[in-house]
């Protein structure tokens, strides 16, 4: 079986900075791509960043240029560093991943249990 394991989530005055990260583990092949994705009371959860295998990444429009998505594949873990944080950044994030299993070789997708994420105004 494959877990991923949030961490890094808490309270933060808005403008402050707040690094996220998701430790993968597991019976893993490969990491396909992986991605953060978070959810706000009353709203759909929704894409923030993902990273590609070969490190092509994505942002959602409202956080460009403040979070950037890293991976590293050492370590199976990867982070996000958000910066700028406004209070509409607040939301539980959950960590992503499309793994190829060792026992299967098959894509599984895999989520995290998420990581609260409270930005002051």
């Known amino acids: 079986q494959v877990q991923l394991v949030e961490s890094g989530g808490g309270l933060v005055q808005a403008g402050g900075s707040l690094r996220l990260s998701c430790a993968a583990s597991?019976?893993?092949?490969?990491?396909?791509?992986m991605g953060w994705y978070r959810q706000a009371p009353g709203k759909q959860r929704e894409l923030v960043a993902r990273?590609?295998?070969?490190?092509?990444?994505n942002y959602a429009y409202s956080v460009k240029g403040r979070f950037i998505i890293s991976r590293d594949d050492a370590k199976k873990t990867m982070y996000l560093q958000m910066s700028s944080l406004t209070p509409e950044d607040t939301a539980v994030y959950y960590c992503?991943?499309?793994?190829?299993?060792?026992?299967?070789?098959?894509?599984?997708?895999?989520w995290g249990q998420g990581t609260l994420v409270t930005v002051s105004s």
């Open positions: 597991g019976r893993i092949y490969s990491i396909n791509a």
């Open positions: 992503n991943a499309d793994v190829t299993t060792i026992s299967t070789m098959r894509h599984l997708e895999v």
């Open positions: 990273i590609s295998r070969s490190g092509s990444t």
